[in-house]
């Protein structure tokens, strides 16, 4: 009977954080759609989430378009098939790469930096003091954040699927020596407008993804500093194992047969 006390121990404590998290959520939801709208914060925001991180973001977009091409023509060269090798960066980029990795990058970079800002007004009692003040933490830190967080995604990934496609394309004609004619006309050929508007889809629902871990595990955040720390690498692991699993239940629901 003691393992089957500690497993429903075990079980409860899974079920009171899903809870908790899943309240904290709709909370931030509700901050969103409702006034007041903190515009400087929102900006800050935009700013933190998007341009700041549009220079990893675009390192990682690039080589990966690099990596991408070299391996499709080192596999495709025994099956004689070179010529599919744009088709195959294009696709895998807008649809995959792009939204995943623009998606972890921004999750190393920024939901820790959330957890961490938060999580230091939780400790120092700042967020005690902003409830004092009437003013709704929610709506002052968790909606600016999130509305920042699900609108400046999906421009992040298609300057990401820009950029991505344009390294293949340096590899292509640098490297491989492929007509520029027929890989231009290839690239084209193979753009998709689906397959941009769901990778588009995927940022969007990543960014949301990042900016609720981020804030929740700073809102929660306990023990000082160390905890501090403890709330950034949670909401680092949480936020990409979620940008995982939404990319495969995003991409199940758009492509899967």
Do not use: W
Not at 19 to 38: D, I, S
Not at 60 to 88: I, K, P, R
Not at 221 to 241: L, P, Q
């Amino acid at each position: 009977m003691r393992f089957v006390r500690l497993l429903g121990c075990a079980v409860l404590r899974v079920l009171a954080r899903v809870g908790h998290f899943a309240l904290f959520a709709f909370k931030g939801l509700a901050g969103c759609v409702t006034p007041p709208v903190y515009g400087y914060t929102l900006l800050q925001q935009c700013l933190a989430v998007g341009f700041y991180a549009l220079p990893v973001v675009g390192l990682t977009a690039v080589f990966a378009g690099f990596v991408l091409a070299l391996q499709s023509c080192s596999g495709f060269a025994g099956l004689s098939s070179e010529n599919t090798v744009a088709a195959v960066v294009v696709v895998a980029i807008t649809r995959e790469l792009g939204p995943v990795l623009a998606g972890l990058m921004v999750a190393g970079r920024t939901s820790a930096a959330m957890a961490a800002e938060i999580g230091s007004m939780r400790v120092s009692e700042q967020i005690d003091a902003l409830e004092t003040l009437s003013v709704n933490p929610f709506k002052f830190l968790v909606a600016p954040r999130v509305i920042a967080s699900v609108c400046m995604m999906p421009l992040l990934v298609l300057i990401a699927d820009i950029i991505g496609i344009f390294g293949g394309f340096f590899v292509g004609i640098t490297r491989l020596s492929f007509s520029f004619g027929l890989y231009l006309d290839q690239l084209v050929k193979h753009t998709a407008t689906f397959d941009v508007f769901a990778g588009l889809i995927k940022a969007a629902c990543f960014g949301f993804s990042i900016a609720l871990c981020g804030c929740y595990y700073g809102f929660t955040t306990v023990k000082g500093a160390r905890g501090v720390g403890e709330a950034a690498t949670y909401a680092v692991v949480s936020s990409s194992i979620g940008i995982l699993m939404l990319n495969y239940l995003i991409t199940t629901l758009f492509f899967g047969l």
